[in-house]
């Protein structure tokens, strides 16, 4: 699948498998701000034109653990039809940045996705789990 994709910062990379076999393609940070609420914020530099009936997932890279840091939303979602650049928030404990300018920052996933129509019932199809939830499979 071919995605297209736009420069919105000199310095983006485009992003790429690191191994083969990856499911998700390395993005690097072109710019580092803390918002208003405390969050660390890196730009990426880029844009994504993502197909219809595709959704980009941003996930944080598994050597957030080493940092204090995680990714604000747990999973960012880039809708097919958003244009603006990809931009990823973390919840942190000082002003300084963790990740440098050009450092790995997150990976994107592509993937396709079902159109869903609910269907409100009076009852669902009893299973051997039931509404049992929080831990209730085991230990």
Known sequence: MIVRIKAVHPDAHIPKYAKPGDAGMDLHATDFATDDHGNYVYRTGLAFEIPEGHVGLLFPRS???????SLRNSVGVVDSGYRGEVILKFAGNSNQPIYEIGDRIGQIIILP???????????LEETSRGSGGFGSTGT
């Open 63 to 69: 050597s957030v653990s080493k940092t204090g840091l």
């Open 113 to 123: 996705y079902p159109q869903i129509e609910f269907q409100m019932v009076e009852e």
